[in-house]
């Protein structure tokens, strides 16, 4: 079956985020959106940033509930659903806000740019030979499907039940992690480790323990170019400075694996449990060096930007990062209380993906009125 189709210019309104100026900028501040925030179907909100906005920008640049927030450049067409009751968020330039008619259901709407994403159907659309775009004209005549509102409210309901159970296990994954955090800081930070009550302060530190330069303690190597045409989809994921970027038939680096954002979201920090394709945008960790408490001890690194033009980490200037390095009893101790936290996390994942790849199977089926509803 064929649903009717229409440009999406005839079916939805959409703008561009503002450009922010840092000197130029007034008014109320307010957090904004960015591309680095926007993923296939959700928001990473850990970094988000602030700007001013003045009063008669925060409707034309804000969001609400069941705007979907497209990227513009960066990764173009990637985008998510924003389910926020809460106005007072905006986005930037690199982003467009795209708020359906009445006509079509918001969710319906996203997935219908889900299983064009999916497919590569925005990249024709692309400009810039570097660094990608989406730009507005073009976006304006992609053709979206309209089914009757019935059958898109019957589809929309079916794939966000997946969407659902994913979404509710990032949340026990956040709090698993947020658990792990507290429990680094509260050992590591304030200093309240097992037995602290005893332990003689020497130099500041806790004696057995030693603060030192991250050269002393691991090496970072480079990932290698893997660009997206090269990538064959497989069970490995694909590591840039924003994460997991995709999955690869081969692994490069054994894991578990520790990745350090390079270019672009400099000094962000992620974890494999399994073996993994890192790019030329990131470190990665020798497998000695792997555990989790280093893990958590990374994030808590103050890595800045070192580059003029791109964002971008120098190495040497990583290395001579200071770090603490507890006792190899307290830091086994932290490890045996953080695994368990790390192997839900782990099973929680697998299942998100399974669910992913339930969902990607019936996506294209039922937006091409293959299984009827």
Same mark, same amino acid.
């Given at each position: 079956?064929?649903?009717?189709?229409?440009p999406?210019?005839?079916v939805?309104?959409?703008c561009?985020?503002?450009?922010?100026?840092?000197?130029?900028?007034?008014?109320?501040?307010l957090?904004?959106?960015?591309n680095v925030?926007?993923?296939w179907?959700q928001?990473?909100?850990d970094d988000?940033?602030e700007?001013?906005?003045e009063?008669?920008?925060?409707?034309?640049y804000?969001?609400k509930?069941?705007d979907?927030?497209?990227c513009e450049?960066g990764?173009?067409?990637r985008?998510?659903?924003?389910?926020?009751?809460?106005?007072?968020?905006?986005?930037?330039?690199?982003?467009h806000?795209i708020?359906?008619?009445?006509?079509?259901?918001?969710?319906?709407?996203?997935y219908s740019?889900?299983h064009?994403?999916?497919?590569?159907?925005?990249?024709?659309?692309?400009?810039?030979?570097?660094?990608?775009?989406?730009?507005?004209?073009?976006?304006?005549?992609?053709?979206?499907?309209v089914?009757?509102?019935?059958?898109?409210?019957?589809?929309?309901?079916?794939?966000?039940?997946?969407?659902?159970?994913?979404?509710?296990?990032?949340r026990?994954?956040?709090?698993?992690?947020?658990?792990?955090? &507290?429990? $680094?800081r509260?050992?590591?930070?304030?200093?309240?480790f097992?037995?602290? &009550?005893?332990?003689?302060?020497?130099?500041?530190?806790? &004696?057995?323990? &030693?603060?030192?330069?991250?050269?002393?303690?691991?090496?970072?190597k480079?990932?290698?170019?893997?660009?997206?045409?090269?990538?064959?989809?497989?069970? $490995?994921?694909?590591?840039?400075?924003?994460?997991?970027?995709g999955?690869h038939?081969?692994?490069r680096v054994?894991?578990?694996g520790?990745?350090?954002?390079?270019?672009?979201?400099?000094?962000?920090v992620?974890?494999?449990?399994?073996?993994?394709?890192?790019?030329?945008?990131? $470190?990665?960790?020798?497998?000695?060096a792997?555990?989790?408490?280093?893990y958590?001890?990374l994030?808590?690194v103050?890595?800045?930007?070192?580059?003029?033009?791109?964002?971008?980490?120098n190495?040497n200037?990583?290395?001579?990062?200071?770090?603490?390095?507890?006792?190899d009893?307290?830091r086994?101790?932290?490890?045996?209380?953080?695994k368990?936290?790390?192997?839900?996390?782990?099973?929680?994942?697998?299942?998100?993906?399974s669910?992913?790849l339930?969902?990607?199977?019936?996506?294209?089926?039922?937006?091409d009125?293959?299984?009827?509803?």
């Amino acid at each position: 079956m064929t649903w009717p189709t229409r440009p999406l210019a005839d079916v939805a309104d959409f703008c561009l985020g503002k450009m922010l100026d840092q000197r130029k900028n007034k008014g109320t501040l307010l957090p904004y959106l960015a591309n680095v925030n926007v993923r296939w179907g959700q928001f990473d909100l850990d970094d988000l940033r602030e700007m001013r906005f003045e009063a008669a920008e925060m409707e034309r640049y804000g969001v609400k509930y069941g705007d979907i927030v497209m990227c513009e450049g960066g990764e173009p067409g990637r985008c998510a659903i924003w389910k926020d009751q809460m106005p007072g968020m905006m986005i930037q330039k690199a982003l467009h806000r795209i708020r359906p008619h009445e006509c079509l259901d918001h969710r319906f709407l996203f997935y219908s740019f889900l299983h064009t994403g999916k497919k590569g159907g925005f990249s024709p659309l692309f400009t810039g030979a570097t660094i990608k775009h989406l730009p507005r004209q073009k976006l304006a005549k992609v053709e979206v499907p309209v089914p009757r509102l019935e059958i898109q409210l019957k589809i929309a309901d079916i794939l966000s039940a997946y969407d659902d159970l994913i979404e509710n296990n990032r949340r026990r994954i956040a709090l698993l992690e947020r658990a792990a955090r &507290e429990i $680094y800081r509260e050992w590591f930070v304030r200093l309240r480790f097992p037995g602290h &009550e005893h332990s003689k302060i020497v130099d500041n530190v806790p &004696e057995g323990w &030693e603060r030192t330069a991250l050269r002393n303690i691991c090496q970072l190597k480079y990932g290698k170019a893997l660009k997206a045409e090269h990538r064959v989809r497989g069970e $490995y994921p694909v590591y840039g400075s924003s994460g997991i970027i995709g999955t690869h038939d081969k692994a490069r680096v054994q894991g578990p694996g520790i990745i350090i954002g390079r270019k672009g979201n400099v000094g962000s920090v992620y974890w494999s449990d399994g073996d993994f394709c890192p790019i030329d945008t990131v $470190y990665f960790l020798e497998p000695s060096a792997v555990t989790l408490y280093f893990y958590y001890v990374l994030q808590n690194v103050d890595f800045i930007n070192t580059d003029v033009a791109v964002p971008g980490l120098n190495r040497n200037f990583a290395y001579s990062r200071e770090i603490l390095v507890p006792s190899d009893q307290v830091r086994d101790a932290f490890d045996d209380i953080a695994k368990p936290l790390h192997d839900q996390i782990s099973l929680l994942r697998k299942e998100n993906k399974s669910l992913s790849l339930a969902r990607d199977l019936l996506l294209p089926r039922l937006m091409d009125g293959r299984i009827s509803v």
